[in-house]
């Protein structure tokens, strides 16, 4: 048994990758549900959010009008989710539910009848993608890297390589923290989670702060989306959310609604789905075959895990998924 191989520097840097499209959604459901507005449609907002940018980014040849294109997508989305959810005061989950199921239908015709690929957008390429950002010094070829010293390995594998969405990402928890905690828009959209008409008696908007988090929501949302096209992945294919959105959700509740645990939750399962993609590793730690379909599952069995302990525990804001009614 070797457990120090479970620190591979290839596994950490396949875990920072293959995190930041949970952190950004879960990061996007914060912002939502601390303004108490509970959002199930993370997973349709991203997957249709990864169409549009796979889609134009593939038709302009830039990343850029992709990305953009994406956050106005999952923008869309949002504001049909608080038109419901906000405005007529609908059922927020039902609302949350109709948009992954509107989103998992209509990418896929959208994407045949644009470039009748079976569903999935041309493959992306140059311009059109996000290229890994290499550090001064980082090593880019596999047989240096095996070659070289460990310091060198973690800093060629961990900290060099990745997206520029990837460092963005990681940028945006302590901004998340700062904004939430240390600024007044922070302080009464969590107080709008708590008590909005206390927030209301006080002669804020109680509609304007919630349609704020949920537009926050949608642009996340709309960069996670794209990062699966556009970076993790060159080019669309249906449902390559594959349950994203539902795991930043339990993340999002084992982390307790707070940003830095929330960061800790994603490393956690995006550490899984790179140990998944590695199970010589894995075998090597532990001296034993593991099947690869029960590793492709540990994320998915920790996020039922995680929901059906912690649930009762971890207690969301008081007024999350609770249409307000100004009282006259």
Same mark, same amino acid.
Request: aromatic share 10%.
């Given at each position: 048994?070797?457990?120090?191989?479970?620190?591979?520097?290839?596994?950490?840097?396949?875990?920072?990758?293959?995190?930041?499209?949970?952190?950004?959604?879960?990061?996007?459901?914060?912002?939502?549900?601390?303004?108490?507005?509970?959002?199930?449609?993370?997973?349709?907002?991203?997957?249709?959010?990864?169409?549009?940018?796979? %889609?134009?980014?593939?038709?302009?040849?830039?990343?850029?009008?992709?990305?953009?294109?994406?956050?106005?997508?999952?923008?869309?989305?949002?504001?049909?989710?608080?038109?419901?959810? =906000?405005?007529?005061?609908?059922?927020?989950?039902?609302?949350?539910?109709?948009?992954?199921?509107?989103?998992?239908?209509?990418?896929?015709?959208?994407?045949?009848?644009?470039?009748?690929?079976?569903?999935?957008?041309?493959?992306?390429?140059?311009?059109?993608?996000?290229?890994? =950002?290499?550090?001064?010094?980082?090593?880019?070829?596999?047989?240096?890297?095996?070659?070289?010293?460990?310091?060198?390995?973690?800093?060629?594998?961990?900290?060099?390589?990745?997206?520029?969405?990837?460092?963005?990402?990681?940028?945006?928890?302590?901004?998340?923290?700062?904004?939430?905690?240390?600024?007044?828009?922070?302080?009464?959209?969590? %107080?709008?989670?708590?008590?909005?008409?206390?927030?209301?008696?006080?002669?804020?908007?109680?509609?304007?702060?919630?349609?704020?988090?949920?537009?926050?929501?949608?642009?996340?949302?709309?960069?996670?989306?794209?990062?699966?096209?556009? %970076?993790?992945?060159?080019?669309?294919?249906?449902?390559?959310?594959?349950?994203?959105?539902?795991?930043?959700?339990?993340?999002?509740?084992?982390?307790?609604?707070?940003?830095?645990?929330?960061?800790?939750?994603?490393?956690?399962?995006?550490?899984?789905?790179?140990?998944?993609?590695?199970?010589?590793?894995?075998?090597?730690?532990?001296?034993?075959?593991?099947?690869?379909?029960?590793?492709?599952?540990?994320?998915?069995?920790?996020?039922?895990?995680?929901?059906?302990?912690?649930?009762?525990?971890?207690?969301?804001?008081? %007024?999350?998924?609770?249409?307000?009614?100004?009282?006259?």
């Amino acid at each position: 048994m070797d457990l120090l191989s479970l620190l591979d520097p290839s596994i950490l840097g396949g875990t920072m990758r293959l995190a930041t499209p949970l952190l950004l959604a879960c990061l996007a459901g914060l912002f939502s549900e601390r303004a108490g507005i509970f959002d199930i449609g993370l997973e349709g907002k991203m997957l249709v959010a990864a169409f549009l940018a796979g %889609a134009f980014a593939s038709t302009s040849g830039s990343v850029w009008v992709g990305l953009l294109a994406a956050i106005m997508g999952s923008l869309m989305l949002s504001g049909v989710h608080g038109l419901a959810s =906000i405005t007529f005061r609908g059922n927020q989950l039902i609302s949350g539910v109709a948009i992954n199921f509107f989103a998992s239908g209509l990418t896929v015709v959208a994407a045949q009848s644009w470039f009748g690929q079976g569903g999935r957008t041309p493959q992306l390429s140059g311009p059109a993608r996000f290229e890994p =950002i290499i550090f001064p010094g980082a090593l880019t070829k596999l047989r240096e890297i095996a070659q070289a010293n460990l310091p060198m390995k973690v800093y060629s594998q961990v900290f060099s390589g990745h997206a520029l969405i990837v460092y963005v990402a990681l940028i945006l928890v302590p901004v998340t923290w700062w904004i939430l905690y240390r600024t007044r828009f922070g302080l009464r959209l969590r %107080a709008v989670g708590e008590n909005p008409a206390a927030v209301d008696t006080a002669g804020i908007s109680v509609v304007r702060l919630r349609f704020s988090a949920v537009f926050i929501c949608g642009i996340l949302c709309g960069v996670a989306g794209a990062y699966l096209s556009t %970076a993790l992945q060159a080019g669309f294919v249906r449902e390559m959310t594959a349950g994203r959105g539902y795991i930043a959700l339990a993340a999002l509740i084992f982390a307790k609604w707070r940003p830095w645990y929330a960061m800790a939750a994603c490393l956690l399962f995006g550490y899984l789905q790179a140990l998944a993609l590695r199970p010589d590793i894995l075998q090597k730690a532990i001296g034993l075959s593991v099947k690869v379909q029960l590793l492709d599952a540990l994320p998915y069995i920790m996020t039922v895990v995680i929901l059906a302990g912690f649930i009762g525990k971890a207690i969301p804001p008081r %007024a999350g998924g609770e249409p307000y009614v100004k009282e006259r």
